[in-house]
């Protein structure tokens, strides 16, 4: 292949990269996470009741319940952990009512069906599925399924109960009280609602079970965005003012090599920021920080492999040869450099919750996107003049000798 058609090509790569990378980021949106958005906190005690103590085992399971509650409200770095013997801690990004957020998930929500007498015939414990449907007259209704032993049980109580009413209640609110007119297996319609939201609030709260014991809201307060706008626009003018004089001293340094590894820079950012939208990350406030240490790192490979190609002009080698060696001996030491840090990352993503797991995801993503853009940018960059009088100069690189 001639060498303008390899020009062309590794033009082509990096644009498509460019144009791809700012589709990502214009298509998809980061989401921001509590101390960047706002939302709501609150601070939840369990309280014991007449039959069930308050242990390690019940907290875990209420823990576990509010998180499956949490996660079915679509919410994004949401975070559930226990303080103490009998607390949980709950952040809601983007909730700006606690009062609205606390009727879901801290609700008991015991589902009950009842015989005329009121008595307890079976819970909600059975039930493996609940949605939202709608119902003959166009009016929403929930559609629970039962599990094998579930639909054993409602299919005694509604041939006992035929022609009488069997109340189904959730924490002894009465949501409908229907006639049993046949048998029902497997499967039932809880109806009586006005709004799709309302039908889906409970169907949330039946689909992800009950909590064991009953919680109180000892705490609730709002996080309003303002602080997090505060701290995005100073994030945003300590990453630009870093960027600047980094490039600066790149361009001082290493003359016309420093201005592509800007150039490469720019594009390792735009990457950066379309693989953080297109797999639909969360931005916190100390990923801003991942995200500013993942470029150090950046700028550290692309000073590397220019040390290295150094190194092999001042033996005498030609440019091209120069490259082919400098980013073939820089290789193993950014991989290694590289690899550390992305299992320390991994490490604090898996142990970890909330901001600090933010931290971590942010900052592994731009290790990678760093590696990507040394190995494979900046190379096709500098190949795109390595037959330019800019790149032949005796002061590219930084170098004494041409």
Same mark, same amino acid.
């Given at each position: 292949?001639?060498? +303008?058609?390899?020009?062309?090509?590794?033009?082509?790569?990096?644009?498509?990269? %460019?144009?791809?990378?700012?589709?990502?980021?214009?298509?998809?949106?980061?989401?921001?996470?509590?101390?960047?958005?706002?939302?709501?906190?609150?601070?939840?005690?369990?309280?014991?009741?007449?039959?069930?103590?308050?242990?390690?085992?019940?907290?875990?399971?209420?823990? #576990?319940?509010?998180?499956?509650?949490?996660? #079915?409200?679509?919410?994004?770095?949401?975070?559930?952990?226990?303080?103490?013997?009998?607390?949980? =801690?709950?952040?809601?990004?983007?909730?700006?009512?606690?009062?609205? &957020?606390? @009727?879901? %998930?801290? +609700?008991?929500?015991?589902?009950?069906?009842?015989? *005329?007498?009121?008595?307890?015939?079976?819970?909600?414990?059975? =039930? @493996?599925? /609940?949605?939202?449907?709608?119902?003959?007259?166009?009016?929403?209704? !929930?559609?629970?399924?039962?599990?094998?032993?579930?639909?054993?049980?409602?299919?005694?109580?509604?041939?006992?109960?035929?022609?009488?009413?069997?109340?189904?209640?959730?924490?002894?609110?009465?949501?409908?009280?229907?006639?049993?007119?046949?048998?029902? +297996?497997?499967?039932?319609?809880?109806?009586?609602?006005?709004?799709?939201?309302?039908?889906?609030?409970?169907?949330?709260?039946?689909?992800?079970?009950?909590?064991?014991?009953?919680?109180?809201?000892?705490?609730?307060?709002? =996080?309003? *965005?303002?602080?997090?706008?505060?701290?995005?626009?100073?994030? %945003?003018?300590?990453?630009?003012?870093?960027?600047?004089?980094?490039?600066?001293?790149?361009?001082?340094?290493?003359?016309?090599?420093?201005?592509?590894?800007?150039?490469?820079?720019?594009?390792?950012?735009?990457?950066?920021?379309?693989?953080?939208?297109?797999?639909?990350?969360?931005?916190?406030?100390?990923?801003? /920080? $991942?995200?500013?240490?993942?470029?150090?790192?950046?700028?550290?490979?692309?000073?590397? !492999?220019?040390? +290295?190609?150094?190194?092999?002009?001042? #033996? $005498? @080698?030609?440019?091209?040869?120069?490259?082919? /060696?400098?980013?073939?001996?820089?290789?193993?030491?950014?991989?290694?450099?590289?690899?550390?840090?992305? %299992?320390?990352?991994? !490490?604090? &993503?898996?142990?970890? #919750?909330?901001?600090?797991?933010?931290?971590?995801?942010?900052?592994?993503?731009?290790?990678?996107?760093?590696?990507?853009?040394?190995?494979?940018?900046?190379?096709?960059?500098?190949?795109?003049?390595?037959?330019?009088?800019?790149?032949?100069?005796?002061? /590219?690189?930084?170098?004494?000798?041409?």
């Amino acid at each position: 292949m001639r060498y +303008r058609q390899r020009r062309l090509l590794k033009l082509a790569f990096i644009i498509a990269i %460019i144009i791809f990378s700012y589709f990502l980021f214009d298509y998809y949106e980061i989401n921001l996470g509590l101390d960047l958005r706002g939302g709501s906190h609150l601070v939840l005690q369990a309280q014991p009741s007449p039959d069930r103590e308050i242990t390690p085992e019940i907290m875990n399971m209420i823990t #576990s319940v509010i998180e499956r509650r949490v996660n #079915s409200l679509g919410l994004t770095e949401a975070l559930v952990q226990q303080e103490g013997f009998d607390r949980i =801690i709950v952040e809601l990004p983007a909730v700006e009512d606690p009062n609205e &957020a606390i @009727k879901l %998930i801290g +609700r008991t929500a015991l589902l009950t069906f009842r015989n *005329p007498a009121g008595e307890v015939l079976m819970t909600g414990e059975f =039930i @493996k599925e /609940a949605r939202v449907a709608y119902g003959e007259f166009n009016q929403p209704v !929930i559609r629970f399924v039962l599990n094998d032993e579930g639909s054993k049980k409602f299919e005694a109580i509604t041939r006992q109960y035929q022609g009488q009413k069997v109340g189904i209640y959730l924490d002894d609110h009465l949501l409908t009280n229907p006639v049993v007119q046949t048998v029902i +297996r497997g499967e039932g319609v809880i109806t009586g609602y006005k709004t799709v939201q309302a039908a889906e609030e409970h169907a949330v709260l039946i689909r992800e079970g009950a909590l064991p014991v009953p919680v109180k809201q000892i705490e609730a307060r709002t =996080i309003g *965005p303002t602080l997090g706008k505060i701290s995005i626009d100073r994030s %945003i003018r300590a990453g630009l003012i870093g960027l600047m004089i980094v490039a600066i001293y790149m361009i001082i340094y290493y003359r016309f090599p420093g201005v592509l590894a800007a150039v490469a820079l720019a594009i390792y950012g735009l990457v950066l920021l379309g693989t953080l939208a297109g797999l639909g990350a969360t931005l916190t406030l100390p990923g801003i /920080a $991942g995200i500013i240490l993942s470029i150090g790192m950046a700028v550290d490979a692309n000073i590397i !492999i220019f040390e +290295r190609i150094k190194d092999e002009r001042r #033996s $005498g @080698k030609t440019l091209k040869a120069s490259i082919d /060696a400098g980013f073939r001996r820089a290789y193993t030491t950014i991989i290694d450099a590289n690899i550390t840090t992305l %299992i320390t990352a991994l !490490i604090l &993503a898996y142990f970890t #919750s909330g901001t600090v797991r933010g931290f971590a995801v942010t900052l592994g993503i731009g290790v990678l996107v760093s590696m990507f853009t040394a190995f494979f940018v900046t190379r096709n960059i500098l190949d795109l003049f390595t037959r330019t009088k800019l790149l032949n100069s005796t002061a /590219a690189f930084g170098s004494k000798r041409g």
